[in-house]
């Protein structure tokens, strides 16, 4: 069956930095982009970009341009976000959610089909 | 602030039907994008619940049902069950912002 696996929790100290991972399995990694979405604690979901699994090129979402890099190993099909220069307010829990295209009459849409588990990343001194 | 609008919650009695929106503009839901919509249980990651604007994915019940007209689109739970009870985002692209983006959630309480 299709599935994301996130890596484990996190906690980490400011100004360090952390790397969330998201194998997937039961379908072609490169068939799909990968979505990141973040939610902080007790607010909503926020979208943070997409990779394009074919070509690796990422997409920023406002606000997470400069710290947050999205990369790939398509060896293993697996996703990263990485995040540098940690700082309190990036203590959230960070989704990978798959891009699904659809075709509707005569143009496409995407959404977000199958999430991660989630991986909480701490930071705190 | 979410350039979706959504009410921050909602209630309703077992067995009755509720109905969340999801307010936008000429740049998303008005430009003609398609409006998605997500469950989140307590504790739990999101679940797809209807893709472009009224279909279910494989699973949801039909209880769960989606609608779009002009800048709004709107989410009905009909018998509402204790198992509802969930935070509920809408989700669209937005041509200003250059992508995708959700409502700021809305929290269904079963009564």
């Known amino acids: 069956q299709v599935q994301l696996v996130q890596s484990g929790s996190e906690l980490k100290k400011p100004g360090a930095s952390v790397k969330v991972s998201c194998k997937a399995s039961?379908?072609?990694?490169?068939?799909?982009?990968m979505n990141w979405v973040r939610q902080a604690p007790g607010q909503g979901l926020e979208w943070m970009g997409w990779?394009?699994?074919?070509?690796?090129?990422?997409t920023y979402a406002q606000g997470f341009t400069g710290r947050f890099v999205f990369s790939l190993d398509t060896s293993v099909s697996t996703a990263y976000l990485q995040i540098s220069s940690l700082k309190a307010e990036d203590t959230a829990v960070y989704y990978c959610a798959r891009d699904f295209e659809q075709l509707a009459a005569y143009y496409y849409y995407y959404y977000m089909d199958v999430w991660g588990k989630g991986t909480t990343v701490t930071v705190s001194s | 602030q979410s350039v979706l609008t959504q009410p921050p919650s909602v209630s309703g009695a077992p067995g009755q039907r509720v109905t969340i929106s999801c307010t936008g503009s000429s740049s998303n839901i008005g430009a003609g994008y398609d409006v998605h919509w997500y469950q989140q249980l307590p504790g739990t990651a999101p679940k797809l619940l209807i893709y472009?604007?009224?279909n279910r994915p494989s699973g949801v019940p039909d209880r769960f049902s989606g609608s779009k007209s002009g800048t709004s689109a709107s989410l009905a739970i009909s018998g509402l069950q204790a198992e509802d009870e969930a935070d509920y985002y809408c989700?669209?692209?937005?041509?200003?912002?250059?992508?995708?983006?959700f409502g700021g959630g809305t929290k269904l309480t079963v009564l």
């Open positions: 989700q669209s692209y937005d041509s200003s912002l250059s992508g995708s983006t």
């Open positions: 472009g604007n009224s």
């Open positions: 039961g379908y072609t990694f490169t068939s799909y982009a």
């Open positions: 990779i394009n699994t074919n070509t690796g090129n990422p």
